[in-house]
C-alpha cells in the first residue's frame, strides 16, 4: 500500500474513532450509544486491519477480523440484549452534556501532553496519531465517572478498552498474540460478568440506577 | 490579476443570487417527493421572490428604520460573503480580503441585522426568535472560526482561497484527521447557522419552537424579500464554501475563461448535490428540543477544537 | 524439577473441570484444600530447588520460576490452605451443594499462580485480570444489596484500574520494539541491557504502578477493598485480603525493577512511599470509626499494602526481605482474622462490632484464636509483623528517609490503637444492654482448628528459624537494580 494512503487512511479511521467518542459524550440514549460503540469498534478494525495489509502481517490481520467480530458486533449485540431486558432507559448522566463535551476539549490537550515522550517510538502516521488513542482513553474514563446507569458504565469501559487498543497497535503494532487473546477473552469475560450483575442489581433493587448503590460507605 | 479577482467576485454574486432560489426550490422537492407529495416545483422561490418584491412592504406602527435597513444590511452582509468566499475560483484580490476573520466577521454582521429585525417590532414571537437565534450564533461562530482556523494552521495562511489552493494541489489532505473533525464541526455549525433541521423547522410557524420563522414574522414585502434571499444567500455560501473545502477540483486557479466555465458548472454540481443530501438527511431527522441545541453546537465546537489541536500537533511534525 | 511449574496450574485447572462436570459434593467440599495443598508443596518444592539451583523455565520460557516467584507460590499455596480450610464450615453454610463456588475457588487460586509463574509481562497482566474475573462472583456470591453493590464497584474500578496498567505494559512493549528486540518477558527487560528510551518508560511505568496499585488497595485507589472484602464470604475475603493484594503488589516489584534498571531507584521512591504514607492514613483514620467488623480487617489490609509499598519505595535487601516476609505472614494472619471473623459473624449473626461484646466470656472457643490473629495483625511481638515492621523502619533509616520512618512509625501506632481498641471492647468489653437469657459459655471453635493453630504458630516461629535470614535476602537479590 503506498505510504501516503496509508497515512490518510489511518488518519480517516483514527478520526472515526475520535467523533465516535465525542458524540457517546453527546448522545446519551443506550440505544445510540451502544450503536455508536459498534462504529467504534468498527473503526478500530478498520485500523487493525490497515496496519496489519501495511506491515503485511498476517497475524495483525487476523487480531483485526477478531476485534471486528467481537468489538463491532458481539459486545456491542450483548449490551443491546441487556439493555432490551431492562427497557429503554433515557440515561441522565451526572454532568450536563455541555459540560462534559468541554472536558473533552481539555482531555484532548491532556492527552497529547501525555502521548508527547511516546512520540520517539517511531516514525509515520501511526506514530501521529497516537493521543488519539489517549484521549480516548480519558474519554472512556469521564463516561465511565459520570455514567449513572449500568450500560452507560460499560459502555465507558469498553470506550476506555477501545482507546488502550488503539494506544496498543498504534505504538507497537499490538502486543504479542497470546497475550492479545487473553486480553481480548478477559474483556469479554468482564463484560459478561458485569451483564449478569446488572440483571441481579435489577432484581434486587428494581432498576440499574447506580445511584441507589450506597449502601457501603465509610 | 486583481481586476480578474474583482470580476470574478462579481461573478459569484451574480451566480449565487440566480442559483440560490433555485436550490431552496430544489431542497424543498426533494423533502416533498421524498414525503410522498408533489411539491410545487423548483422554480417556487423564485416565483415567491417575485411576488413579494412587487408587494409594498407593511410596516407595523411604532417600528423604527430597522425594519426597512435590517433586511438590506442582511442582504449587503450576504454578498460580500457570496464575494469573499471562494466558490469558483481560489484567485484573491488584495482588495477584497477572503480572510476568514473577515468572512465570519461579515457573517455575524448579516446574523446581527436579522436579529434586530426580530427585535424592532416588539411581538413577543420576534423577541423570542431574535434571542434563540444570537444564542445559536454565540456558539456557531466560533466554531465555524475555529474550524476554518484548523484547516489553515497546516497552510499557514488564514485566507480562504490559499486553503482551497492547497488542497487542490494536495488532495489527500482532504480525508486527513484534522480536516475530517473540521467539516464535520463546520457542517454542524451551518445546519444551525441558517436554521435547518434539526436546530429549527424551516418548514413550519410553530411559535413554540421556530427561530428564523419568528424573526421574519413582522416583516413583509419587498421587506421579506431581501430577508429570504439575504438568508438563502448564506445556506449557499456556506454550503459552497463546504464545497470547496470537500471537493475542491474543477475551481479556477488562474483567470482563464474555461476554468472559469468549468468552475461554475462544477459549483453548480456541487451545491445542488450537498443541498439533495441535507435535504435527505432533514427528512430523517427529528428537531432537537431548544435546550439540547446548545449540547449540539457545544459538540461541533469541541469537534472544530479537537481538529486545532490535532492540526498543531499532528502536522507540526 | 521445572515440571512443578506446571503441576500446580494442571492440577487447578483440572480440579476446577472435575468440579465443574462431576458435580461431586464431596469433590465441591475439599476441591479448594486440595488446589491450594498442591499449589503450596510446588511452591516450597520450587523455591527449595530455585535456592540450590537457580531459576527454572519451562514452556519455552513462558513460566519461569525465580525465588521471588517460588516465595510468592508459596504464600499463595499457605494462605489459600489456610483459608480454604479454615473456612470449610463457612463455605459449606455460603455455597451449599453447588459447584459454582468450589470452581471459582480453585480458578482464582490458578489464576494467582499463574500470575506469580509467568515470565512474560503481559501474560502476568492476563491472570491479574483473570483474577478479578474469578472473584467477582464470589464477592457478589450472597446476592444481596450489598454484595451486589460491592461486586460491581470491585469489577468496575479494578478491571478499570488493571486496564491502565496495560497500556503502561503496552508502551513497556513499544518500547522494547523501538529498541530493536521486542520483547515482555521480564528477565530479559531485567537483566539485558536494552536502550529503553528514559521518557517512554517513564509514562509506562507510572501508568503500570498506578493501575497495579488499584488491584493493590493502595490509597487513593482503594475506595473498593473494604466494600468487596467486607461482603465476600470470609474464606474468599481471607484470600483476597491475605493474598490477591500480594499478588499485586508482586507485580508492582517487578514492574518497579524494570524502572530501576532503566530509570535508577529514585523515580518511583517517592511516589510508592506517598501512596504508603496516605493509606496508613486511611487506614487509621477509618479504623477508628469503624462499626463493622469485616470492614475493620479490610482497612487493616490497606495499612499492610501501605506498609509493604513504604517497604518497595525503600528498596534494598533488608527492605525488600522484611517485606516479603510481611507479606507472608500478614497473609497467615489475615486469612485467619477473616475466618475467624465470619465465624463470629455467623454465630451471633451481625457483623456490627458493637453487638459483639464480651466474647471472652460468651465464646472462648472464638474469642481466643482471633485476639491471638489481631494481637498478630497490629504488630506485636512475638508474632513476626514486629520484627518486620521493625526492619522496614531501620531500613528507611539507613536509606536516609528518617523524617518519613518517625511517620511511619506514628502512623503504625494509630492504626494499633484503632484495631487494639476495637479488639479490646468486642472481646472484653461488656455489652451495654445484658443479654436476658444466659447462654451457656460456648467453648467451640465453630471449624477446623488446625489451619489456624498452624497459621498462627508459623507467623511467630518464622523468624527463628535460622536460615530464614539467607533466604530472604535471595529473593530480596531477585529485585536487585541491574544497571
Known amino acids: 500500500m503506498a505510504d501516503s494512503l496509508f497515512s490518510q487512511l489511518v488518519g480517516l479511521s483514527a478520526g472515526a474513532l475520535l467523533l465516535s467518542a465525542v458524540f457517546l459524550v453527546w448522545r446519551r440514549t443506550q440505544s445510540g450509544s451502544i450503536r455508536l460503540l459498534s462504529l467504534q469498534g468498527v473503526a478500530l478494525a478498520t485500523l487493525v486491519a490497515l496496519i496489519g495489509v501495511h506491515r503485511a502481517n498476517f497475524e495483525t490481520f487476523a487480531v483485526a477480523l477478531l476485534v471486528l467480530l467481537l468489538k463491532g458486533v458481539l459486545l ?28 473533552v476539549a481539555l482531555l484532548a490537550v ?39 446507569h449500568a450500560i452507560a458504565q460499560l459502555v465507558g469501559f469498553l470506550v476506555l478498552d477501545n482507546g488502550i487498543a488503539t494506544v496498543a497497535f498504534l505504538t507497537a503494532g499490538g502486543v504479542p498474540l497470546v497475550v492479545e487473546l487473553g486480553v481480548l477473552i478477559d474483556v469479554l ?14 432484581d434486587v433493587y428494581g432498576a440499574t440506577d447506580l445511584d441507589d448503590l450506597t449502601e457501603l460507605r465509610g | 490579476m486583481n481586476t480578474s479577482a474583482v470580476l470574478l467576485a462579481l461573478l459569484q454574486i451574480i451566480v449565487m443570487i440566480l442559483i440560490t432560489p433555485f436550490l431552496i426550490g430544489l431542497m424543498r422537492q426533494v423533502r416533498n417527493r421524498l414525503e410522498g407529495r408533489v411539491g410545487a416545483g423548483v422554480g417556487q422561490p423564485w416565483r415567491d421572490l417575485r411576488k413579494l418584491f412587487a408587494k409594498e412592504p407593511l410596516r407595523a406602527p411604532g417600528t423604527s428604520w430597522i425594519q426597512a435597513g435590517g433586511p438590506v444590511l442582511l442582504m449587503v452582509s450576504s454578498l460580500s460573503v457570496c464575494a469573499l468566499v471562494p466558490l469558483i475560483s481560489t484567485l484573491q484580490s488584495r482588495l477584497i480580503p477572503g480572510d476568514l476573520f473577515v468572512v465570519v466577521s461579515v457573517l455575524l454582521l448579516g446574523t446581527v441585522a436579522l436579529a434586530l429585525v426580530g427585535l424592532d417590532a416588539g411581538t413577543a414571537f420576534g423577541g423570542m426568535g431574535s434571542s434563540r437565534h444570537m444564542t445559536i450564533a454565540a456558539l456557531v461562530e466560533p466554531t465555524v472560526l475555529v474550524a476554518v482556523f484548523a484547516l489553515s494552521v497546516p497552510i499557514g495562511s488564514s485566507a480562504l482561497g490559499d486553503i482551497v489552493r492547497a488542497r487542490i494541489v494536495d488532495p489527500s489532505s482532504i480525508i486527513s484527521l484534522v480536516s475530517l473533525l473540521a467539516l464535520v464541526a463546520l457542517g454542524i455549525a451551518t445546519i444551525a447557522e441558517t436554521s435547518r433541521m434539526p436546530v429549527d423547522n424551516p418548514a413550519t410557524h410553530l411559535e413554540l419552537t421556530m427561530i428564523h420563522e419568528a424573526m421574519v414574522l413582522e416583516s413583509s414585502g419587498r421587506d421579506l424579500a431581501w430577508l429570504e434571499l439575504g438568508s438563502w444567500l448564506r445556506l449557499g455560501a456556506l454550503l459552497g464554501l463546504i464545497g470547496s473545502l470537500l471537493l475542491p477540483w474543477g475551481m479556477a486557479t488562474e483567470p482563464k475563461l474555461l476554468a472559469v466555465l468549468l468552475g461554475l458548472v462544477m459549483l453548480a454540481a456541487k451545491l445542488f448535490v450537498l443541498a439533495s443530501l441535507l435535504s435527505v438527511t432533514e427528512v430523517f431527522l427529528a428537531k432537537l428540543r431548544l435546550f439540547r441545541v446548545p449540547e449540539l453546537l457545544a459538540g461541533s465546537f469541541v469537534l472544530a477544537l479537537l481538529a486545532v489541536i490535532a492540526s498543531y500537533l499532528l502536522e507540526a511534525r | 524439577m521445572r515440571y512443578l511449574l506446571l503441576l500446580s496450574l494442571t492440577v487447578c485447572l483440572l480440579l476446577a473441570m472435575a468440579t465443574a462436570t462431576l458435580r461431586e459434593p464431596i469433590l465441591n467440599r475439599f476441591a479448594g484444600i486440595v488446589a491450594a495443598t ?40 499457605s494462605v489459600g490452605l489456610n483459608s480454604t480450610w479454615g473456612g470449610l464450615a463457612e463455605t459449606k453454610s455460603v455455597s451449599g451443594e453447588s459447584w459454582v463456588y468450589p470452581t471459582l475457588v ?21 491472570a491479574i485480570e483473570a483474577t478479578t474475573v474469578t472473584t467477582a462472583f464470589l464477592v457478589g456470591y450472597q446476592n444481596t444489596r450489598r454484595s451486589l453493590e460491592a461486586a460491581w464497584k470491585y469489577v468496575v474500578i479494578g478491571s478499570v484500574g488493571v486496564a491502565i496498567a496495560f497500556l503502561g505494559i503496552v508502551l513497556i512493549y ?41 488491584k493493590a488497595g493502595l490509597a487513593p485507589m482503594h475506595s473498593w477493598l473494604p466494600d468487596a472484602h467486607s461482603q465476600a464470604p470470609a474464606p474468599v475475603s481471607g484470600l483476597m485480603s491475605g493474598v490477591l493484594l500480594s499478588v499485586a503488589f508482586y507485580a508492582i516489584l517487578r514492574i518497579q525493577a524494570i524502572a530501576g534498571s532503566v530509570l535508577g531507584v529514585g523515580f518511583l521512591r517517592w511516589l510508592l512511599v506517598g501512596a504508603g504514607i496516605l493509606s496508613l492514613l486511611i487506614s487509621a483514620s477509618l479504623i477508628w470509626a469503624q462499626k463493622d467488623l469485616k470492614r475493620m480487617l479490610a482497612y487493616s489490609s490497606i495499612e499492610h499494602m501501605g506498609i509493604v509499598a513504604i517497604a518497595a519505595g525503600i528498596g534494598g535487601r533488608l527492605a525488600i526481605a522484611a517485606a516479603m516476609l510481611h507479606v507472608l505472614v500478614h497473609g497467615l494472619a489475615k486469612s485467619s482474622g477473616f475466618i475467624l471473623a465470619g465465624r463470629i459473624t455467623n454465630a451471633d449473626g451481625t457483623t456490627e462490632m458493637g453487638a459483639l461484646r464480651s466474647l471472652h466470656v460468651r465464646r472462648p472457643g472464638l474469642a481466643n484464636p482471633f485476639l491471638a490473629a489481631m494481637v498478630a495483625l497490629v504488630g506485636l511481638p512475638p508474632f513476626a509483623l514486629f520484627f518486620t515492621e521493625v526492619a522496614i523502619v531501620l531500613a528507611g533509616f539507613q536509606a536516609g528517609l528518617g523524617w518519613v520512618m518517625i511517620l511511619l512509625a506514628l502512623l503504625l501506632l494509630l492504626n494499633f490503637a484503632g484495631l ?27 471449624g477446623p482448628r488446625i489451619p489456624i493453630f498452624l497459621a498462627l504458630t508459623v507467623a511467630i516461629a518464622l523468624p527463628f528459624i535460622s536460615r530464614l535470614g539467607h533466604v530472604l535476602s535471595q529473593i530480596a537479590d531477585v529485585l536487585k537494580v541491574i544497571r
Not at chain 1, 189 to 194: K, M, S, Y
Not at chain 3, 186 to 214: E, M, N, Q, Y
Open chain 1, 189 to 202: 469475560l468482564v463484560v459478561l460478568i458485569l451483564r449478569v450483575l446488572t440483571g441481579r442489581i435489577r
Open chain 3, 38 to 77: 498442591v499449589v503450596l508443596i510446588c511452591g516450597v518444592a520450587i523455591l527449595l530447588s530455585v535456592l540450590a539451583n537457580g531459576p527454572l523455565t519451562v514452556a519455552g520460557g513462558a513460566l519461569r520460576a525465580d525465588a521471588l516467584s517460588a516465595f510468592m507460590l508459596t504464600v499463595v499455596g
Open chain 3, 106 to 126: 480453585v480458578l482464582f487460586l490458578a489464576t494467582m499462580s499463574l500470575a506469580v509463574l509467568a515470565d512474560n509481562l503481559g501474560v502476568m497482566w492476563v
Open chain 1, 76 to 103: 456491542p449485540v450483548l449490551l443491546t440484549r441487556s439493555a432490551l431486558r431492562q427497557g429503554e432507559e433515557r440515561n441522565t448522566p451526572f454532568m450536563n452534556p455541555t459540560a462534559a463535551l468541554f472536558l
Open chain 3, 420 to 446: 487494639i481498641r476495637h479488639t479490646a471492647s468486642m472481646v472484653f468489653g461488656r455489652a451495654e444492654i445484658e443479654p436476658e437469657i444466659v447462654q451457656p459459655i460456648d467453648h467451640s471453635w465453630h
Open chain 3, 174 to 214: 513499544a518500547a522494547t520494539l523501538a529498541a530493536g528486540s521486542p520483547t515482555l518477558s521480564w528477565a530479559i527487560l531485567h537483566v539485558s541491557h536494552l536502550a529503553l528510551d528514559p521518557a517512554v518508560i517513564k509514562v509506562a511505568v507510572a501508568l503500570t504502578i498506578l493501575g497495579f496499585a488499584t
Open chain 1, 110 to 148: 491532556l492527552a497529547y501532553v501525555v502521548s508527547r515522550p511516546l512520540a520517539i517510538l517511531g516514525s509515520g502516521p501511526t506514530t501521529q496519531v497516537i493521543p488519539v488513542g489517549m484521549t480516548l482513553v480519558l474519554i472512556g474514563f469521564l463516561l465511565l465517572a459520570t455514567g449513572r
